[in-house]
């Protein structure tokens, strides 16, 4: 069938928005009509050359929320007219990763998403006979893709895909990573750096948590009245100051916070928020990716004196299992979405989406096809 579709033709080109040719869905596949998409900053990073795992033509997108148009054999948890939310980290539920109980990474299309491929090894898209590569699983920026089943969560069938979508990434790594990850409890002092979607996405999670302190840094100001809206107790900017912005945290807070989270993809800020966390337990989550062959650094010393360094993907969350749940907190105002969704744009405009958060002016822009 035919679909309208944002294709990446090269790596620093704009987006080409034209019509591509969507293959029926295979055994243990689904296709998705995608109603809404957000565009995240990782959609960016692949986009401009300096992702290592970028695969050129694609089409990008991983942020949207769709309907169900027609299953593959063998599919048993989807039917036609079911809303969906595709997952970049899928959940089998029976891979050693899913049966641990200690992570949410699966690993069973992990190989063939990364070649931007079906898990048979082949792509259902194209463009006048050209193969294009599949991103991160879920290519969202086509009006409809092709999905495995296990890399598609159920949701709510009146739950709001304008707004939902966003729960496909952004909203759910930042909310996530406090729940899942760090765990944060009530009084806990919490540093976000970069209060971007992910960031702000953060600080909601901290203030759901019932944090204490909720502090957030960023380099551009424009970002200070949302992030205090959305709950940060205080805001910084690096260049007001001098010293070491970790000096600084460690001023504020009396020795370091409890947690801090890297939401930028900096190594150089991933160092400073480790290092002000606070000796002896503060622990520093690193969300952020950075670019190819960059490294992280700090002095051992930092972990032999109670620091902890870590990741998280998606939040850490199950998604077939946790974002229907998380859908309807958002339905019941439990989770704000509203304040994310800065810009709304038809999937024509969708280069304009790029040019607002390169210029720092958007959270998110939500793409329709409509
Ligand atoms: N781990 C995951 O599962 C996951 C998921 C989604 C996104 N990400 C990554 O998270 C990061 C943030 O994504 P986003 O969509 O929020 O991006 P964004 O561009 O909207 O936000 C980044 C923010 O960081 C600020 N910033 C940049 N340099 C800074 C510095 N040196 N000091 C302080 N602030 C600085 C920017 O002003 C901006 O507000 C990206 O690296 C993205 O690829 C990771
Ligand atoms: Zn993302
Ligand atoms: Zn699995």
Redesign the pocket.
Known sequence: MKSRAAVAFAAGQPLQVVEIDVEPPRAGEVLVRITHTGV???D??TLSGEDPEGLFPVVLGH?GAGVVVEVGEGVTSLQPGDHVIPL??AECRECKFCLSGKTNLCQKVRATQGRGLMPDGTSRLSYQGRMLHHYMGTSTFSEYTVVPEISLAKIHPEAPHEKVCLLG??VT??IG?VHNTAKVKPGDTVAV?????????VIQGARQARAGRVIG????P??FELARQMGATDVV??RDHARP?QDVIVEMTDGGVDFSF?????V??MR?ALECCHKGWGESV?????GAGQEIRTRPFQLVTGRVWR?????GVKGRTQLPGMVEQAMRGEIELDPFVTHTLPLERINEAFEL??A?E???TVIHFD
Do not use: Q, W
């Open positions: 995240c900053h990782t960016a990073f942020e970049y980290t990434c952004g790594t930042g990573a750096f970069g209060l971007g979607g992910i960031g702000l996405a840094i960023d380099t551009n424009g970002k900017n690096p912005i890297e939401c930028i993809g900096n150089d800020v400073s690193i969300i952020g990716v950075a990741g998280s993907a998606f939040g958060m390169h720092g958007s959270i998110r």
